[in-house]
């Protein structure tokens, strides 16, 4: 069992930059692949960035390609998704997400565990 608590949301201009922050429990969090997805309201929750096992290879959706960074510290149990460039776009609630599957993994379906959210509002 893990347990993801995400942090470092908040209200941006757009241009700026926010640290998203995922706290987890348990001692396979380093076995685990992890991710970011976001929900804007209504529309579906979308794939952002994914990073693998040991950090060593990462995902990203074309849409924050060259603007997100992902990484993860597996001796603190942390990830982290650094968003440089926002935009009014990126506004949505992000979620940390852990899959069993030690791969960069894409699709929701393939991840287990869930953070809350933390909400991330770009103004223009």
């Known amino acids: 069992q893990v347990l993801l608590v995400e942090s470092g949301g908040g209200l941006v201009q757009a241009g700026g930059s926010l640290r998203l922050s995922c706290a987890a429990s348990?001692?396979?969090?380093?076995?685990?692949?992890m991710g970011w997805f976001r929900q804007a309201p209504g529309k579906e929750r979308e794939f952002v960035a994914a990073?693998?096992?040991?950090?060593?290879?990462?995902n990203f959706a074309d849409s924050v390609k060259g603007r997100f960074t992902i990484s993860r510290d597996n001796a603190k149990n942390t990830m982290s998704l650094q968003m440089n460039s926002l935009k009014p776009e990126d506004t949505a609630v992000y979620y940390c997400?852990?899959?069993?599957?030690?791969?960069?993994?894409?699709?929701?379906?393939?991840?287990?565990?869930w953070g809350q959210g933390t909400q991330v509002t770009v103004s223009s």
């Open positions: 990073i693998n096992w040991d950090g060593g290879l990462t």
């Open positions: 997400a852990g899959s069993r599957n030690t791969a960069a993994v894409i699709r929701p379906s393939q991840y287990e565990y």
């Open positions: 348990g001692r396979t969090f380093s076995m685990y692949a």
